[in-house]
């Protein structure tokens, strides 16, 4: 299937620990993107990669470290986790620009207890 | 500000017309977009509207925009209870970089 995949889809982990997610596309797109939805439903951009390269970094704690091995993969890595991490986490992918629209991944929800 | 607003919550009843309305703030966006997301699920493109454009229908979407006032609305007719989820409003900013999403709107189709 053609798609943007997550995994885990949920994560439970306690404050301090470090802890990986990661995300794959296979439809050839050259972009990928994280992004955070809080309680509240916001979604905010954290990160985009353009082909391996970060584009976008917005104000996110330096505690978050994208890493793209290659243009189909965007793993997040978030150290020394917070209680106010607890989020769902998108993965997104777009063809180029982000105008041609994005796909999402089903999302993985952080709980830190 | 990138501040995009949607009003929080509608309610309709099955068979009625449901309109989300969206206020967005970059005049520059080449194109808005409307997302749905289901509870436990990604968000799914549902449509799309190029910035020169007043209106696009298709099937039971119609979404209307209004440059002038940075107004973008959704119209979903014969609203089933399939429909019921959370839609957001997105426009292209960042020079095309990235997506900017709105605050959402949850549809609760009643019988």
């Known amino acids: 299937d053609t798609a943007v995949s997550q995994t885990p889809k949920y994560l439970v982990t306690q404050m301090g620990n470090d802890k990986s997610i990661k995300c794959e596309q296979n439809l050839g797109h050259d972009t990928m993107y994280w992004y955070k939805q809080d309680s509240k439903k916001f979604l905010k951009i954290m990160f985009s990669?353009?082909?391996?390269?970060?584009?976008i970094n917005e104000t996110v704690p330096n505690r978050f470290s994208p890493k793209s091995p290659d243009k189909a993969h965007l793993n997040l890595h978030i150290n020394s986790l917070e209680l106010g991490d607890s989020a769902v986490y998108f993965c997104a992918s777009s063809l180029d620009r982000a105008a041609y629209g994005y796909t999402f991944g089903s999302g993985t929800r952080l709980t830190v207890v | 500000g990138e501040d995009v607003e949607q009003s929080l919550f509608l309610s309709v009843r099955e068979g009625d017309s449901s309109v989300i309305n969206c206020t967005y703030t970059?005049?520059?966006?080449?194109?808005l977009y409307w997302y749905k997301q289901e509870p436990g699920a990604g968000l799914q493109l549902l449509t799309y509207i190029f910035s020169n454009m007043d209106m696009k229908q298709d099937q039971r979407l119609t979404v209307l925009l209004n440059k002038k006032d940075k107004h973008l609305s959704l119209r979903i007719a014969d609203t089933q209870t399939g429909d019921s989820a959370i839609y957001f409003c997105?426009?292209?900013?960042?020079?095309?970089?990235?997506?900017?999403f709105g605050t959402g709107t949850q549809l609760k189709v009643e019988l």
């Open positions: 970059d005049s520059s966006s080449t194109y």
């Open positions: 997105a426009e292209d900013t960042g020079g095309g970089n990235k997506l900017t």
């Open positions: 990669y353009n082909n391996k390269e970060l584009i």
